[in-house]
Nanobody, 118 residues
C-alpha cells in the first residue's frame, strides 16, 4: 500500500515563503510522475506542479516563477518551494503520485493546509 505524507503547511504572510514536502512509503522511482494539487474552499482541486521521473516539470500558470517542484530520489521525497505567496494561494495542498501505463494508479496524500494571510 502506497502512502504519501505531506508536511510543511502553515500560516504565512503575503509575500512570504513555505516549503511543502511529500514523503512516499516506497521508492518514488516507481511512479511515472508526482505532483502537488490544491483545493480552495468552494473550488475544484487543481494541479499546481508536477515532476516526471526524468525530471521534466509542469506548472500552473498562476504559480509559474513563484513555485518550484523538486524531487529527491534517494530520500523518496518531493518538495514544493513556494515563494511570493498570495492570499489566493490559500488552499489544502495534496501530494499526488501516478503509476502505470494504460491502467493508471493514482495515489493521494491526506493534504496540508496553507493559509496566506496578514
Amino acid at each position: 500500500q502506497v502512502q504519501l505524507v505531506e508536511s510543511g503547511g502553515g500560516l504565512v504572510q503575503p509575500g512570504g515563503s513555505l516549503t511543502l514536502s511529500c514523503a512516499a512509503s516506497g521508492s518514488i522511482l516507481n511512479f511515472n510522475a508526482m505532483g502537488w494539487y490544491r483545493q480552495a474552499p468552494g473550488k475544484q482541486r487543481e494541479l499546481v506542479a508536477a515532476i516526471l521521473t526524468g525530471g521534466g516539470t509542469n506548472y500552473a500558470d498562476s504559480v509559474k516563477g513563484r513555485f518550484t517542484i523538486s524531487r529527491d530520489d534517494a530520500k523518496n521525497t518531493v518538495s514544493l518551494q513556494m515563494n511570493s505567496l498570495k492570499s489566493e494561494d490559500t488552499a489544502v495542498y495534496y501530494c499526488n503520485a501516478r503509476r502505470g501505463v494504460g491502467i493508471v494508479y493514482i495515489y493521494w496524500g491526506q493534504g496540508t493546509q496553507v493559509t496566506v494571510s496578514s
